[in-house]
């Protein structure tokens, strides 16, 4: 059978030629037309088609797990905490549960989502609270702001633009993103204005179309009137001959929203008033009444201007509770606070080391207290007190600053003090001091989390480590979660050393736990790595070790924090042990004859 092998013509370069050739020939009376040719859909080499991985929710929290973990980071707020780490864990677990029993669920109607609204003042934790979790469960998750939102078909974002991020998130999975959770923050601001006159597209017009997404509905994600979408769908079907599944269906996405309600206790407190006008009833004043919110009914939110069934499609409420100036102290206190973390890495950013004094801490928290904001006036607070410093000390050779409650008082004499005392051994105690008593707030707050940190990262969390930990967090600027992450990373490539050794060099060393931890201790104090320290291991014990193997045929060694500590000591004790045990082994000489 002959081959050809002509290049096989471009079919555009074809037309053109026929094109160039029919209009020689006849003029401009006869044209090619080019007929349409609907694509095929691509198929495997098998025939069938292409298969597509999908995705599946793993997770694998309990209530109480979330909850230990929210913990850590926030204080206060128990209600809230158990309410959202049981809804969030249950909407998940039920989703697991029917994607492994899908039969038994098919064709049940009628499943009820338990929508979440949390209320509470400004600056309390709602967002961080959501933010947490969504960092913790790593599923499908979008935040949006309900200010920026109209109703659909005017100008400004659409709520369903949320549906559409959520397949985003899960780049373009759309079964995972089914199963996601959206956060709607700010929600109190679009309820209705009661004195506004003609349509209301920013407030009840977005209420209305958040209904039905809260419900159940089918997302489409082309985008109306939106030419790139529709480019995009002839492009799709142009490759593939089909028109993929291009909508979302919000049976099982998850609403959480959040929001101040400014207004919303005079509400509750007028009604609770009118409920008490009668023969008998008690005259006290509901504004005193501890938190007037936990008296919150799904009519106050009508009144408050939403529409009773957007209030119907929330089913789970939770109150934020106010923070008082104890709660306040206690998150400044916290070792994870992203304040006082965020505060070290300004100076740290400099080369500056910032310790702060318990008493210092109180004062910020009492002045943030006085401007009636939540934790969000701890921020001013700290910013306030610390500007100065933060702008003069870079251009000074101070490297390490100890923020006491003189220096909160006096900023800018205690500034001046501590440039004129660059060299005075006192600023260095004074620093040491409170270095020494943030390393033992830290070892007494692992210790009360030993437990729940230990399963978390599995890692035995020993008095020694703790230790280690604490001093690890003093040195370096991060959170307790990065220190304890660390540490077990550097735990696992540890353990790794006595594995190359025996490969390397034939000799079976085993690393006591303190041994790793002084390892461990090397590695954070040098910014180091266990495998630059298992070249210093090499140097120290390889011909030692390899001597004794020698002498005595033994191949394996227990290696103590001493014998890292001391190396040539503990190859000469070896030695002295082997030398003993040979004259142990060796006959006594028979002098005596008999006869």
Known sequence: MKEHNEKTPDPKELEKELGDFLAKKFGGSVKLATPIVMPQAAESDEGGPAPKNRKTIRFDLKPQDLVAYLDQYIVKQTAAKDTLATKICTHFNRIKHVQNTPDDF???????????????????????????????????????????????????????????????????????????????DEIDKIASSHNLIGADVSRTGVQRALLKPMEETDVDLKVPHDPVSMLQEIDRFRKTGKKEKNSVNTKHILFIMSGAFSGLDKIISRRIADQKIGFGASFSDPSQDGDILLNLKSEDLVQFGFESEFVGRLPVRTIFERLTET???????????????????????????????????????????????????????????????EKS??????????????????PLESMKELIERTEDGTSRQVFDQLAAEEC????????????????KYGIQLTNSRIELA??????????????????KSYYEETKTIELHFI????????????????IIEQCFSARGTPEGYYRQLTADFE?????????????????????????????????????????????????????
Do not use: C
């Open 106 to 184: 098919s064709d049940m109607v009628g499943i009820i989502k338990n929508n979440v609204l949390m209320l509470g003042p400004t600056g309390v934790g709602k967002t961080y609270m959501v933010k947490l979790i969504a960092k913790r469960i790593g599923v499908p998750f979008v935040k949006g702001d309900a200010t920026k939102f109209s109703e659909t078909g005017y100008v400004g974002g659409d709520v369903e633009d949320l549906v559409r991020d959520l397949v985003k998130e899960t780049d373009g999975d759309i079964e995972l993103a089914q199963y996601g959770i959206i956060y709607i």
């Open 327 to 389: 709660d306040l102290w206690d998150i400044l206190k916290n070792p994870n606070n992203p304040i006082i973390l965020g505060k070290k890495l300004d100076f740290a950013a400099y080369g500056i080391d910032v310790k702060f004094q318990a008493d210092a801490l109180k004062e910020l928290a009492r002045r943030a207290y006085d401007e009636n904001t939540g934790a969000r006036g701890l921020v001013n607070a700290v910013e306030s007190a610390l500007l100065p410093f």
């Open 393 to 410: 000390l870079p251009s000074t050779a101070i490297t390490r600053v100890a923020v006491t409650r003189e220096v909160i008082d006096r």
């Open 440 to 455: 033992q707030r830290i070892a007494e707050y692992l210790t009360a989390n030993r437990k729940t940190f230990g399963e």
């Open 470 to 487: 604490a001093k690890a967090y003093s040195r370096l600027v991060t959170d307790i979660e990065n220190v304890l992450k660390k540490i």
């Open 503 to 518: 490969k390397n060099h034939g000799i079976n060393i085993v690393l006591e736990e303190e041994a790793i931890d002084h």
């Open 543 to 595: 011909h030692g070790l390899k001597l004794v193997r020698e002498k005595t045929g033994r191949t394996r060694f227990f290696i103590t924090r001493e014998s890292l500590e001391k190396p040539d000591s503990y190859i000469a004790d070896l030695l002295k042990q082997t030398g003993s045990d040979r004259r142990q082994r060796s006959p006594k000489p028979d002098n005596l004859l008999k006869g």
